[in-house]
């Protein structure tokens, strides 16, 4: 009701508060610096981002100015790190939970792609089975469970249900992703529900982890590849298993921002096949 009241209050959210500031000062500086550079090719999202002020500089109703700048590049990386990683983390749980399916990625990875140096993203078309694991993984682990808040800009009717001018709405993404009617076993971690009867990779029109629409996650590629590349570059490397004695997986999510895994340990064993040929 009040959100400036808090800047007048204690408590642990000063400290966030003081790491916002920090983060905007340091995006400032970075500004400030591309600014100062000599006129280039634009390489980064700074220098487009300038570029489009200039561009834009005679329209009124313009959006494109320094301040938003800094909020463009926070959102970026608010949006982009815990959701990565935490997915990331996921797949490595339910690699150690799943210890066939671990192994099956790894034989997989090991025939196509022998002694290759490295992974390419290209690569995921030869990869079937570690395509859909990791499909599977957003799918089970729905690190974003519900999306953006939004509003409606007009008055609208969706599948019956009248919204008028205004309303909000939070999209439910969980509902989708646990749907039984559009997944066999919902409920259980399985990568046959990215597969056909041939084991190609088949896309399921439910797989919404980025939401849909006009404001689906802008980083939606990027994160695809990232996680791609970082699997299929652990995944023959190591072997993912539990600490000798222990009490075994907590698979129960932490909610938060984004749904987090249980702090816990795994291991990552170093796999003998595979000690030679990667440079
Ligand atoms: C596994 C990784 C990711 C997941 C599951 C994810 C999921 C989502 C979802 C569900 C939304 C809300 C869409 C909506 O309904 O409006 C969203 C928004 C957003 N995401 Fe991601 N995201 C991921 C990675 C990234 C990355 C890598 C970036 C950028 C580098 C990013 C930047 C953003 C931004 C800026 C928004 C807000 C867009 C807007 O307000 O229009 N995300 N993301």
């Known amino acids: 009701?009040?959100?400036?009241?808090?800047?007048?209050?204690?408590?642990?959210?000063?400290?966030?508060?003081?790491?916002?500031e920090a983060s905007r000062g340091f995006i400032?500086?970075?500004t400030i610096r591309h600014k100062l550079r000599a006129p280039e090719v634009p390489k980064d999202f700074i220098t487009c981002y300038l570029s489009?002020?200039?561009?834009?500089?005679?329209?009124?109703?313009?959006?494109?100015?320094?301040?938003?700048?800094?909020?463009?590049?926070?959102?970026?990386?608010?949006?982009?790190?815990?959701?990565?990683?935490?997915?990331l983390h996921w797949a490595l749980i339910y690699m150690v939970h799943h210890g066939a399916i671990?192994?099956?990625?790894?034989?997989e990875l090991g025939e196509v792609l022998g002694t290759a140096p490295a992974v390419g993203y290209e690569d995921r078309e030869r990869l079937p089975y570690t395509h859909a694991v990791l499909h599977e993984v957003q799918r089970l682990s729905g690190v974003v469970a519900v999306g953006a808040v939004h509003q409606c800009v007009t008055s609208t009717c969706m599948c019956s249900y009248y919204m008028p001018k205004g309303t909000i709405i939070l999209p439910n993404l969980a509902s989708v992703l646990y749907d039984p009617q559009c997944w066999e076993t919902s409920q259980q971690f399985n990568p046959g529900h990215f597969l056909d009867k041939d084991g190609n990779f088949a896309v399921n029109e439910a797989f919404l982890p980025f939401s849909a629409g006009h404001r689906v996650c802008p980083g939606e590629q990027l994160a695809r590849m990232e996680l791609f590349l970082m699997f299929?570059?652990?995944?023959p490397t190591f072997r993912f298993q539990l600490p000798e004695g222990s009490q075994g997986l907590r698979l129960e999510y932490v909610f938060g921002g984004t749904l987090q895994p249980q702090p816990q340990e795994i291991c990552a064993v170093l796999r003998l096949s595979n000690l030679s040929p990667r440079k």
Not at 3 to 14: D, E, I, M, R, T
Not at 58 to 66: A, K, L, M, T
Not at 232 to 235: K, R
């Open 1 to 20: 009701m009040f959100p400036w009241a808090f800047s007048h209050l204690s408590g642990s959210h000063q400290k966030i508060f003081q790491h916002h």
């Open 28 to 30: 400032r500086h970075e």
């Open 52 to 87: 489009q002020i200039t561009k834009a500089m005679d329209d009124p109703v313009s959006i494109f100015n320094e301040e938003n700048v800094i909020q463009v590049v926070i959102d970026l990386f608010l949006g982009g790190t815990d959701t990565t990683a935490t997915t």
């Open 102 to 107: 671990q192994e099956r990625v790894q034989r």
């Open 232 to 235: 299929a570059t652990l995944l």
